[in-house]
């Protein structure tokens, strides 16, 4: 199996930026596609962003697309979340998540980082 550990998050006004960061630990990275959910306190958890095995396909919540990108480096076992524009609402939880298959819910991911808070302030 996969660990996952994320870092980057933090307290940023509306308007500015993150770079969130997860790092894996265990298998070959390459094997896995990624992806960045979310959740805000008292909702569930939703689909932000994920990539391909090399990177070559990306897709994102409409809410956010435009504003996030979502890369990785298999040579440094790490996906990465830029977060531009930020909105009070994207306030959350940001988790990322690994599987063998592409997938777009939180069902579809079988191995989980513990996340890292993201707070923007209006």
């Known amino acids: 199996q996969v660990q996952l550990v994320e870092s980057g998050g933090g307290l940023v006004q509306a308007g500015g930026s993150l770079r969130l960061s997860c790092a894996a630990s265990?298998?070959?990275?390459?094997?896995?596609?990624m992806g960045w959910f979310r959740q805000a306190p008292g909702k569930e958890r939703e689909f932000v962003a994920v990539?391909?095995?090399?990177?070559?396909?990306?897709d994102y919540a409409d809410s956010v697309k435009g504003r996030f990108t979502i890369s990785r480096d298999n040579t440094k076992n790490t996906v990465y979340l830029q977060m531009n524009s930020l909105k009070p609402e994207d306030t959350a939880v940001y988790c990322c998540?690994?599987?063998?298959?592409?997938?777009?819910?939180?069902?579809?991911?079988?191995?989980w980082g513990q996340g890292t808070q993201v707070t923007v302030s209006s």
């Open positions: 265990g298998r070959t990275f390459s094997n896995y596609v």
């Open positions: 998540a690994a599987d063998y298959g592409l997938g777009y819910d939180s069902s579809s991911f079988r191995y």
């Open positions: 990539i391909s095995w090399s990177g070559g396909r990306t």
